[in-house]
């Protein structure tokens, strides 16, 4: 992560720069209490120049070298410990001052906890060796400079660490899109074959295969569909959608028509509804036929969906319905009408000959259940 | 049909399948005056050969179908567009018949189901199928959640009658047995269906023109 540990040498490279300023007017104001002012200026002298190399040093990531901190470490220490030969043994701010942060948070920033906790230690036990008595101000100091290294050493790793997930998840989206775009052209070209192959159809005598590639061709469709819904929304908690579930019903015979955009429903609400519509499916294989065609219609109205489920075939008396349910075969009503109704929803058949069509009403979501039951039913 | 036989483009980037709409159309007695494998190509031929009907894929080389709809319906508002496209891309079949196609087909569909499309197509029909039926009711559902009474041209709303149509032919049954349910001329069905259309594509307008407002494009 070396773009992370650029960036906190570069806000470090500030901070160098600050207390540099600092040092420099601290010794101006506090002129009178140096012993040795010749000395004290080739000291300084000394600290700019070296600030000016670790600062040009640390822009490339290359010349941050084991070398280059040990030798930072070293200046401010030298620095430090040249206090009581400058001042007298009398003194309360080192020369350095705070600028040795800087050799601090280097070794925070390039060794993590460890190294802000070796470096502090190190300042630390100079600053109390150069001293003939130990104020509280200067344990104060002390115990702040081993804190801030071990910290700000801490939040640099996390920070790195932080930064290598992100890169890892931009990468992994990365492919993910890539992925899918790959997916998308292969099947958009098997979608071009197979629709062909189908549409030589009939008069070539292809009669079985033009049917198989027609059966493929809408799987393939349908399973487009989810994949787009799923790179969407894969991070939706709302559940499933209704518009991709029912499109999964699409077959050579079945055809379904959704407002083609996603429609929200908790997962098991769903799964129930689309469970409603299989069988009424079911019900048009079982009595109009194998081949016999059927048309889904999903309708987001508002706060409901409706779905309905149409066939052409010769339709039957509703009577009959209501004398299975009495001799106890519970076939359409328990798997339609009491699928829809626990959904809080209403169910509307019309048969005749003209072909039947079952109408399922359901609120979208079933915290509403009785409520959005009762709206249901005034609605009709 | 007429002595003069009905000019046609084809815009496709798959060549095996261009190549096979043009010889069942060829066979069929229409006179496919260009083909072209992307938008650019599309539009250029265009302009040269003056097609009265458009067979066109949504997923060309840029310009995109949606676009190339667009700029050939303003070059000639006379001509008609007929999508025709393979992986049912919902998005862009809504929004080609809102920049003004007027019909749509998924490829699966047979060759018969192709030539009478392009027929009805050129003869001025809309050609929708349950899926296009579908979005495009949906779509009006989600225009009528009601905007801001003062935020310009009103939206043009589906009446009652031509809801139930558009339903209707979602749930796929053709214009004869709407005109039989519902005691009314095959014509009559036609023109609701079209209307649907006109008023879908009014409220693209409707719409590009508030985002003109709003924008201050048409500030002078």
């Not at chain 1, 007298?88 to 701010?93: I, L």
């Not at chain 2, 080389?61 to 070059?75: I, K, Y």
């Amino acid at each position: 992560m070396v773009q992370v540990a650029d960036r906190l040498f570069a806000a470090l490279a500030v901070l160098r720069v600050v207390v540099t300023l600092n040092m420099l007017g601290l010794t101006l104001w506090r002129w009178q209490n140096f012993d040795r002012p010749a000395a004290t200026l080739v000291v300084l002298a000394g600290l700019l120049v070296w600030t000016v190399v670790v600062l040009a040093a640390s822009r490339v990531p290359a010349r941050r070298t084991t070398w280059l901190m040990l030798a930072d470490l070293a200046v401010a220490v030298g620095a430090m410990a040249s206090t009581p030969w400058l001042k007298g043994e009398e003194f309360r701010a080192t020369v350095p001052g705070f600028w040795v942060m800087g050799a601090l948070l280097a070794w925070a920033v390039h060794w993590r906890w460890r190294g802000g906790l070796v470096a502090g230690t190190v300042l630390a036990v100079t600053d109390v060796a150069i001293r003939s008595e130990l104020t509280q101000t200067n344990y104060g100091h002390i115990f702040l400079l081993l804190l801030g290294g071990t910290v700000v050493g801490y939040m640099c790793q996390s920070l790195q660490e932080m930064a290598a997930e992100r890169a890892r998840a931009e990468r992994e989206a990365a492919a993910a899109a890539e992925r899918t775009r790959l997916a998308r052209a292969v099947h958009d070209g098997v979608l071009q074959v197979l629709g062909l192959v189908q549409r030589a159809g009939p008069e070539d005598r292809w009669d079985e295969l033009g049917r198989l590639a027609a059966e493929q061709e809408t799987r393939l469709r349908s399973l487009i569909h989810a994949q787009d819904t799923v790179d969407e929304h894969d991070r939706d908690p709302g559940g499933s959608d209704l518009s991709a579930a029912l499109e999964a019903l699409a077959s050579r015979t079945v055809t379904v028509s959704t407002p083609g955009v996603r429609v929200p429903m908790a997962a098991d609400r769903a799964a129930e509804l689309v469970a409603a519509v299989r069988a009424c499916l079911d019900n048009v294989r079982l009595h109009v036929g194998l081949d016999a065609p059927a048309w889904v219609l999903l309708e987001e109205l508002g706060d409901r969906v409706a779905v309905s489920v149409r066939d052409e075939g010769p339709g039957f008396a509703e009577e009959r319905l209501a004398q299975a349910e009495r001799e106890g075969r519970l076939g359409v009503a328990s798997s339609i009408r009491g699928r829809v109704a626990e959904l809080g929803g209403t169910c509307s058949l019309v048969t005749g000959p003209g072909g039947t069509e079952w109408e399922l009403e359901v609120p979208l979501s079933g915290s509403a259940g009785d409520g959005a039951a009762a709206r249901g039913t005034e609605a009709r | 049909m007429s002595e003069q036989p009905i000019r046609v483009m084809v815009v496709d980037d798959h060549p095996m399948w261009r190549d096979a709409v043009e010889r069942d159309l060829q066979a069929a007695g229409f006179d496919v005056v260009a083909v072209a494998a992307d938008g650019a190509q599309a539009l250029a031929r265009f302009t040269a050969a003056r097609p009265r009907v458009v067979v066109l894929d949504l997923q060309i080389p840029e310009p995109n179908g949606v676009e190339v709809t667009r700029r050939v319906l303003e070059a000639d508002p006379a001509a008609r567009v007929l999508v025709l496209s393979a992986s049912g891309e919902q998005a862009d079949v809504l929004e080609a018949v809102k920049a003004g196609a007027t019909g749509y087909l998924v490829k699966s569909a047979s060759k018969a189901d192709l030539l009478d499309a392009v027929r009805r197509v050129a003869q001025g029909d809309t050609v929708f199928t349950p899926g296009l039926a579908g979005l495009v009711l949906g779509e009006f559902r989600r225009m009528t959640v009601p905007a801001d009474a003062d935020a310009g041209p009103a939206v043009p709303e589906l009446t009652e009658r031509e809801t139930e149509v558009l339903r209707m032919v979602a749930k796929g049954m053709s214009y004869k047995q709407i005109a039989e349910r519902l005691f009314i001329s095959h014509r009559t069905v036609q023109n609701h269906v079209q209307n649907t259309l006109r008023k879908l594509q009014m409220h693209n307008r409707v719409e590009l023109t508030r985002y003109a407002i709003e924008k201050g494009l048409d500030a002078d």
